[in-house]
C-alpha cells in the first residue's frame, strides 16, 4: 500500500481551500435562492427537445456532435434578442450577445476583463454574494453604496464617487441589480435609473447591470433597463435563465459593446455554454413564455404574499421591519438594532427554520453591519410552509432572546 500523495507543496498561490458544502436543507427552508422544484416545466422542457429532434433531427443531431460555438447556440440567441426587445426594449445583433453557463459565469468574465487587483468597484452595500465572492477573488476593493427601500441612494452614489476619486481611489463600475434587488427585494425607479446614468456618465463609469430577477415580477410596472436607457456602450447587461426556468440548466447571457465582449470572452474556458439546455430553452420559451410566466409568477405572489402576512402576525410589535417586493424570490427582515440574529444562524436552522444572514450579502465585508438583517426567500417553500415557517421562527427568536 503507497501512502496517501500530498499535494500540501505543490498548490499553486492562487488556489484556496474550498470548503464543498452539501446542500442541506432545514424544515422550513428559507435560506435557498430558487424557486421550488415542482414549479419548474420540466415537462414542457423535456417536450421541447423532443419536438426539436422529430422535427429536425439531422440539425439537432449535427449541433449536438460539435462543441457548441463560443457565443453559443445560435437559434437561443436570436430568441433571447427578440425576447429582450419585446420585455426590455433594447436590440442587439447575435454577434453582441454571449450565451454562458449561468449568468454567474457572465459576470465572472466581466469581472475578469474589467478588473486588475486593487481596483475599486462600487456595489448596493448589501449584495448577492455570488458577485461578491467573484469580485474579491479578482482583487477588487468593494465599496458599498449606500441605498434604502428604493435602492441606490443616487445623490450618495455621486458624493461617495466623487470623493473616492478625489482621494485617487476613483471606481472602475458599479454593479447593481435593479430589479427585485437580491437580497433586499427593491427595485430602482425609472429616474432613479437615469439619474445614476447621468452620474456614470459624469464620472465616466460603467454600469454592470445584473437583470437576473426580471422575468419574476407578479405586480406593479416593470422598470426600464438601464441599457434600453443608454445605448452608448456604457451599460454591461447581464441576465439568466436559471430563475425564470431552472438552475439546473445553467444558462445565462451577457451583452455590451465589442470591444469589451471580446476582452471578456478571452477569460472563457472551453466551448459555448451546454446545446442540449439551450435546445431545450429555445424550443419551451418560443411558445410557452407568457402561458409559464403566468402561471408561475400568481404562485410567487401568493407565496410573497402568506411570508409577509405572517411576519406581520409574528413580528408585527416587535420593532422589526421588512421589504414587500412586488417580485423576484427575497424578502429582506430587519431586526431592531442590537438584535444579533447573525450568530445564531446555525441553531436556528438545526431547529428547523433556514436564513441566509446579513453579514453575507455585506459588499465591503467589514462584519459590522447586517448582524440584525436576513434575507427570506420566499419562493421555494408552499404558501403554509412559508406561515408555519415565519410563526417557527418568531418563536426561536424569543427563545434566543433577539425578539
Ligand atoms: C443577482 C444574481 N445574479 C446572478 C445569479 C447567478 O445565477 P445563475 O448563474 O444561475 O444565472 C444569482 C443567483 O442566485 C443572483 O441572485
Same mark, same amino acid.
Given at each position: ?6 499535494y +500540501?507543496?505543490l498548490f499553486s ?6 470548503? %464543498?458544502?452539501?446542500?442541506a436543507?432545514?424544515?422550513y427552508?428559507?435560506a ?5 422544484? *415542482? ?5 414542457g ?5 423532443q419536438?426539436a429532434?422529430?422535427? @429536425? ?6 449541433e449536438?456532435a /460539435? ?9 437561443l440567441?436570436e ?12 436590440t ?10 449561468? !449568468?454567474?459565469?457572465?459576470?465572472g ?10 481596483d475599486?468597484?462600487l456595489? +448596493?452595500?448589501?449584495v448577492y #454574494? ?12 468593494i465599496?458599498g453604496v449606500?441605498i434604502?427601500d428604493?435602492?441606490?441612494?443616487? *445623490? ?12 485617487g481611489e476613483?471606481?472602475?463600475?458599479? /454593479? ?8 433586499? $427585494?427593491?427595485?430602482l425607479s425609472? *429616474? ?22 426580471v422575468?419574476?415580477?407578479y405586480? $406593479? +410596472?416593470?422598470?426600464? =433597463? &438601464?441599457?434600453?436607457l ?7 447587461y447581464?441576465?439568466?435563465?436559471s430563475k425564470?426556468?431552472?438552475p439546473?440548466l445553467?444558462?445565462g447571457?451577457?451583452?455590451? !459593446?465589442?470591444d469589451? #465582449? ?5 477569460f472563457?474556458?472551453? !466551448?459555448?455554454? @451546454? ?11 418560443k ?7 403566468d402561471?408561475f409568477n400568481? #404562485? ?6 402568506? #411570508?409577509?402576512?405572517? %411576519?406581520?402576525?409574528? &413580528?408585527?410589535?416587535?420593532?422589526a421591519?421588512? !421589504?414587500?417586493p412586488?417580485?423576484g424570490?427575497y424578502?429582506?427582515?430587519t431586526?431592531?438594532?442590537?438584535a444579533?440574529i =447573525?450568530?445564531?444562524?446555525?441553531e436556528?436552522f438545526?431547529?428547523?427554520v ?7 450579502f455585506?459588499a ?5 453591519? $447586517?448582524?440584525?438583517c ?5 419562493? &421555494?417553500e ?5 406561515? *408555519?415557517g415565519?410563526?417557527?421562527l418568531a ?6 432572546g433577539v425578539?
Amino acid at each position: 500500500m503507497v501512502g496517501t500523495f500530498s499535494y +500540501e507543496t505543490l498548490f499553486s498561490e492562487d488556489s484556496t481551500d474550498t470548503p %464543498l458544502n452539501p446542500v442541506a436543507h432545514a424544515k422550513y427552508d428559507f435560506a435557498v435562492a430558487y424557486p421550488a422544484p *415542482e414549479t419548474l416545466p420540466m415537462d414542457g422542457l423535456i417536450q421541447a427537445l423532443q419536438t426539436a429532434v422529430d422535427s @429536425n433531427s439531422e440539425k439537432v443531431l449535427a449541433e449536438m456532435a /460539435y462543441y457548441p460555438q463560443q457565443l453559443g447556440a445560435l437559434e437561443l440567441r436570436e430568441y433571447t434578442i427578440e425576447k429582450l426587445k419585446a420585455d426590455r426594449g433594447f436590440t442587439v445583433t447575435p454577434e453582441e450577445i454571449a450565451l454562458t453557463n449561468g !449568468s454567474g459565469e457572465a459576470l465572472g468574465l466581466v469581472i475578469q476583463a474589467l478588473t486588475n487587483p486593487g481596483d475599486v468597484v462600487l456595489a +448596493e452595500e448589501f449584495v448577492y #454574494m455570488g458577485t461578491t465572492n467573484q469580485l474579491r477573488r479578482f482583487g477588487a476593493d468593494i465599496r458599498g453604496v449606500a441605498i434604502d427601500d428604493g435602492g441606490i441612494i443616487t *445623490e450618495a452614489l455621486d458624493k461617495q464617487i466623487t470623493e473616492l476619486t478625489a482621494a485617487g481611489e476613483k471606481p472602475k463600475y458599479l /454593479y447593481t441589480i435593479p430589479e427585485h434587488q437580491n437580497p433586499t $427585494g427593491s427595485t430602482l425607479s425609472g *429616474e432613479r435609473r437615469k439619474a445614476i446614468l447621468e452620474i456614470a456618465h459624469k464620472h465616466g463609469m460603467p454600469i454592470l447591470e445584473d437583470d437576473c430577477y426580471v422575468d419574476l415580477r407578479y405586480k $406593479g +410596472e416593470v422598470q426600464p =433597463a &438601464f441599457r434600453a436607457l443608454d445605448d452608448s456602450g456604457i451599460v454591461v447587461y447581464v441576465a439568466s435563465y436559471s430563475k425564470l426556468l431552472a438552475p439546473g440548466l445553467r444558462l445565462g447571457y451577457f451583452t455590451c !459593446s465589442p470591444d469589451l #465582449m471580446r476582452r471578456a470572452l478571452s477569460f472563457k474556458i472551453g !466551448s459555448g455554454p @451546454n446545446q442540449f439546455a439551450a435546445v431545450a430553452i429555445e424550443g419551451f420559451l418560443k411558445n410557452n413564455l407568457d402561458s409559464h410566466r403566468d402561471n408561475f409568477n400568481p #404562485m410567487l405572489e401568493a407565496k410573497c404574499n402568506s #411570508m409577509v402576512a405572517a %411576519l406581520e402576525e409574528q &413580528f408585527g410589535d416587535s420593532g422589526a421591519t421588512w !421589504s414587500f417586493p412586488e417580485g423576484g424570490c427575497y424578502v429582506w427582515l430587519t431586526m431592531p438594532e442590537g438584535a444579533d440574529i =447573525a450568530s445564531i444562524r446555525d441553531e436556528v436552522f438545526e431547529q428547523g427554520v433556514g436564513y441566509v444572514a446579513g453579514p453575507n450579502f455585506e459588499a465591503e465585508a467589514s462584519g459590522r453591519i $447586517g448582524q440584525n438583517c436576513a434575507r427570506l426567500c420566499f419562493a &421555494f417553500e408552499s404558501v403554509e410552509k412559508n406561515a *408555519e415557517g415565519i410563526a417557527l421562527l418568531a418563536q426561536l427568536f424569543k427563545q434566543h432572546g433577539v425578539m
